[in-house]
């Protein structure tokens, strides 16, 4: 008789986590690992960029539960400047009126080019129902693999589903970049339909989708467990020593220790009950 394993003792594994833990252990352990200990909350810190990207993969993911002829019907300014004001001001992390509007434009400049090159936008599409996508990787090592995929389009003819993973950024995706083969082993793990590509969108940079290889799965999942083992230990020792240069502050783990210390202003709890903050530093009222 198979054990029925319970899935909040198990370590979940994304893209962002696993980022997180190659960029530096200290990190990963103040995003995924530590909480408020008078709130029981996670912590974030406010950031333009992963704001302007909050809102652009709003937009575009509320757009994957409305029927396909009625999508445009409500146009997408309208809806990127309703989704805009939950994260106006010091609330996504802006530190001045000149700085917001500097990302509120480049947002626009997305709108525009989706209107006029909606592509696969304007296609069917498939909606895992899940809120978070999730799988078991290995049961036996309590290991689940999740992430929420940006775009599914849906190909009748062939009744097959391909991923599109939207950037805002102004870097393109690292050619080993796994996002997009854990996007992949979700798809056939979460949804029915055979997977018959992925490509990134830079929706910042180009007017349609870019192809990529299909990704190599059994390196995919020996890469994942590597990382997974990693991990797994990391939290068993409870070791997450900064791996960079701490004398001159760690761009990635000092600014979150400096919300824990108490440098950190709150402004909201974000889509997942976390606390966001911003750094007392950089908190200037709009």
């Known amino acids: 008789m198979t054990q029925t394993r319970d899935k909040y003792k198990a370590l979940w594994l994304s893209h962002s986590s696993m980022s997180d833990f190659l960029a530096c252990t200290r990190a990963y352990y103040y995003k995924s690992i530590f909480k408020n200990p008078k709130t029981g909350r996670k912590i974030a810190i406010a950031k333009p960029p992963l704001s302007l990207g909050q809102v652009v993969h709003k937009v575009i993911d509320d757009l994957s539960t409305i029927e396909t002829e009625s999508r445009f019907l409500v146009p997408l300014v309208d809806r990127f400047e309703k989704v805009w ?13 000149e700085q917001e ?3 509120k434009d480049r947002g626009y400049k997305i709108m525009e080019r989706l209107i006029n090159n909606p592509g696969p936008l304007a296609k069917k599409a498939v909606k895992i129902k899940e809120d978070v996508p999730h799988f078991w990787f290995s049961q036996n090592e309590e290991i689940i693999l999740c992430g929420k995929i940006d775009w599914l389009e849906y190909d009748e003819g062939k009744d097959g589903v391909s991923i599109v993973e939207f950037k805002t950024g102004k870097i393109e995706e690292k050619e080993d970049s796994m996002q997009l083969a854990i ?12 997977v018959l590509g992925a490509s990134y969108w830079y929706v910042n940079l180009h007017d349609a989708p870019q192809a990529v290889p299909t990704p190599n799965i059994d390196v995919a999942i020996k890469r994942i467990t590597e990382i997974a083992t990693r991990m ?5 020792l409870n070791h997450f020593k900064c791996s960079r240069d701490e ?16 440098k950190g202003v709150f402004v909201g709890v974000g889509d997942f009950k976390e606390e ?11």
């Not at 797994?232 to 068993?236: G, Y």
């Open 247 to 262: 004398k001159n502050g760690c761009v990635y783990c000092a600014p979150l220790e400096a919300v824990t210390t108490g």
């Open 101 to 103: 509007k500097e990302y």
């Open 276 to 286: 966001v903050y911003v750094l007392k530093d950089e908190a200037v009222s709009l």
């Open 183 to 194: 996007y992949y082993l979700l798809a056939i793990h979460c949804q029915k339909r055979d």
């Open 232 to 236: 797994k230990l990391a939290r068993q």
């Open 85 to 97: 004001q939950s994260i106006s001001g010091i609330r996504g992390g802006f530190i001045s009126q």
